[in-house]
């Protein structure tokens, strides 16, 4: 079902190459959506909602007593399961607040950062073939921590105007201010723009579809955005040592995804390829979501095999995975090597499923290669890091000596000025 590859014959820059979201193609559509929820507001997103979701929602925002309800139907055992994953999360993400700090640059001039969270997020978070209340916890938690003063969730509404109780209930528990039901596009624009309903937020998270990626660009600049974000994929680097079934659950784990979900597995060991993907075929064909499953590895599901262990440490830096598991004879070795990857999974009893759900890392992550330049979604996403410096006279005798020159050579002549007549005072 997986396409084994020898490492020598392969073009590696076409090997790792993902399933892409083509956002150029839906940039019009997308375009026209963001004008008219801009211009029309809550006429606008009801509209789409309408068109795109088919159901008519009368009021956007979801009331108290609809999460009450969810309370009341939600299964005790998820409800308690969502307390502990938000307590876990809340445990490493408050790990993620910078300190503020200052140093003595020299005699007279102390500078320093201070810290300070930006006033408003939006989280989004997906309808369609899933619900995912992880994404909630995933996305609002952090902002809270960070002191995001309103943090509002968008999210798309089932075919009865209502929100799964799963979603209202973990938002409720990460501590969400506001959620409103909407997806789409629309949804995008109405965080970017406000409308009557509303608010306009500083930063918008989370992931999406490819009219949300295409949307999120957009408005980019207009808002803060976290990182563009494609189809999930894995990569798993491997010895002999690995276990072959433990790395073909984690394939089929990151395959049921979606369609366009990308699986790499990259050994020196051909034995452990070959019984890797006998265990695939194996459990793909008791899998409930088999059809995504055998999509996803058909177009993206992918065994390399390298001569020497250094080769696949390279390809696994050159593909830059979302999500990266290393089960090897001495992981934290090969940990070392390593200079790209979203979220990382040491030894054989670290699925990619727990950082998902509840060990307490974010599974908001850099896709496409996104690794190389980006890292995951953390507490300080919804942080400032202003700058501070306190100059005594003294201090400002010292530096004018680097400055006016500097000043005056690129014609800024006030800047200089401003020296000058401080000293002469």
């Not at 902002?143 to 309103?150: D, P």
């Not at 050159?318 to 934290?332: C, F, G, N, R, V």
């Not at 390593?338 to 727990?354: D, E, R, T």
């Not at 890091?385 to 020159?405: D, F």
């Amino acid at each position: 079902m997986m396409d084994i590859l020898k490492y020598e014959e392969i073009d590696l820059s076409e090997t790792i190459k993902r399933s892409e979201q083509d956002v150029n193609n839906v940039l019009d559509t997308v375009s026209e959506i963001l004008d008219n929820v801009k211009n029309n507001g809550d006429k606008a997103v009801k509209s789409y909602t309408e068109k795109f979701d088919g159901v008519l929602v009368e009021n956007l925002k979801v009331s108290d007593e609809e999460i009450k309800e969810a309370y009341e139907t939600l299964d005790d055992s998820l409800l308690t399961a969502l307390k502990q994953a938000a307590q876990n999360i809340e445990k490493f993400h408050k790990k993620q607040i910078p300190s503020e700090w200052e140093i003595k640059v020299n005699p007279g001039i102390v500078a320093g950062q201070i810290v300070r969270p930006i006033n408003s997020a939006g989280c989004y978070i997906p309808g369609g073939r899933a619900a995912y209340p992880s994404s909630i916890l995933m996305t609002v938690i952090p902002a809270k921590i960070a002191g995001v003063e309103k943090v509002v969730c968008v999210t798309p509404p089932q075919k009865d105007g209502k929100i799964l109780d799963a979603i209202l209930v973990a938002a409720d528990i990460a501590g969400a201010d506001e959620i409103y039901k909407v997806g789409g596009a629309q949804a995008i624009g109405a965080l970017a723009y406000g409308t009557e309903s509303i608010p306009r937020v500083e930063k918008i998270v989370g992931p999406g579809n490819i009219f949300v990626t295409a949307a999120k660009k957009l408005v980019y600049g207009q808002v803060d955005i976290e990182f563009p974000a494609g189809p999930s994929e894995v990569l798993i680097l491997a010895d002999k040592s690995a276990e072959a079934e433990f790395l073909a659950t984690d394939i089929l784990a990151q395959a049921e995804h979606d369609p366009n979900a990308s699986c790499f597995l990259v050994t020196d060991d051909e034995e452990l390829a070959k019984e890797v993907n006998e265990y695939v075929l194996k459990l793909t064909k008791i899998a409930p979501r088999r059809e995504i499953i055998e999509e996803s590895l058909s177009k993206s599901g992918k065994i390399i095999i390298t001569t020497t262990f250094d080769e696949a440490i390279h390809v696994t830096n050159e593909y830059a995975p979302e999500h990266l598991i290393i089960t090897t004879k001495d992981d934290d070795e090969t940990l070392s090597k390593i200079k790209n990857a979203g979220s990382i999974f040491l030894g054989k009893y670290s699925p990619v499923a727990a950082g998902d759900y509840g060990s307490g890392t974010n599974h908001v992550l850099p896709t496409g290669g996104g690794a190389k330049m980006y890292s995951g979604l953390s507490t300080e996403a919804f942080i400032k890091k202003p700058t501070v410096q306190r100059i005594t006279k003294e201090g400002l005798a010292e530096l004018s000596k680097t400055s006016v020159p500097i000043a005056e050579y690129e014609g800024f002549f006030a800047h200089s000025d401003s020296f000058k007549r401080r000293l002469e005072k």
